[in-house]
């Protein structure tokens, strides 16, 4: 299955301020997911990122608020802006990929963002 | 939108014991998937379920894939310490679409 880097593993960032996520795969994928994980919450997925097009973001999001880059198949990055303690969570990049005989996702080992 | 119901929330259990927990829907999945979360990491998936009535064991794990498609169901058998962690059901409605997740269930174990 595909290996995630995901970095930086957390960070505190001071209210109004911008943070850019990134997610590092060791093979070449389609589809990119970025996810938010609120403390004691489950994933809500924020959008897809395909190379070569713009993001497709859920209900709830915006390009303006969360951007994302897809330079390649291999990389993307997810920027949390104008940041508001609201916004503290864990995001999360996933991959779709294979591990065995099982489709599935693999996820990076997420973001814990704290902002204050 | 599509809504998950994963029960129970939370559980504590004595090591040795089995543990059993659910997810039902809203509307039908043609996929299932199981993912265990432990503090600091992203998930991992556990068992991916693809035909309903389809029974899948991945060691000490069994799930089950809801006749109607719109439930499944993860058995722990024997847990043990290392189980401790958040378990998470996962529906997709067909091919890599959009997964919704369930809510979660919080597993502790004690020894």
């Known amino acids: 299955s595909a290996v995630i880097s995901q970095k930086p593993s957390r960070d505190i960032c001071q209210r109004g301020t911008s943070l850019t996520i990134q997610c590092q795969v060791d093979?070449?994928?389609?589809?990119m997911f970025w996810y938010r994980q609120q403390p004691g919450q489950s994933l809500t997925l924020i959008a897809t990122a395909n190379q070569g097009s713009e993001a497709t973001y859920e209900s709830g999001f915006v390009i303006d608020k969360f951007p994302i880059s897809r330079p390649n198949l291999t990389f993307s990055t997810l920027t949390v802006s104008n940041m508001s303690p609201e916004d503290s969570s864990i995001y999360l990049c996933s991959v779709p990929t294979r591990q065995g005989l099982q489709d599935g996702y693999t996820f990076g080992s997420g973001t814990r963002l704290t902002v204050v | 939108g599509q809504q998950l119901n994963q029960s129970p929330q939370s559980m504590f259990i004595q090591e040795g014991e089995d543990v059993s927990m659910n997810c039902t829907s809203s509307?039908?999945?043609?996929?299932w998937l199981w993912y265990k979360q432990d503090p600091g990491e992203g998930p991992v998936l556990l068992i991916a379920l693809y035909k309903a009535g389809e029974l899948t064991s991945n060691g000490r794990l069994t799930a089950q894939f809801g006749i109607t498609r719109k439930d499944s169901f993860l058995n722990i058998s024997a847990s043990i310490p290392s189980d401790v962690g958040i378990y998470f059901c996962a529906g997709r409605a067909g091919g890599y679409q959009k997964v919704t997740f369930g809510i979660g269930t919080k597993l502790q174990v004690i020894p």
């Open positions: 093979s070449q994928v389609t589809m």
């Open positions: 509307s039908i999945f043609n996929t």
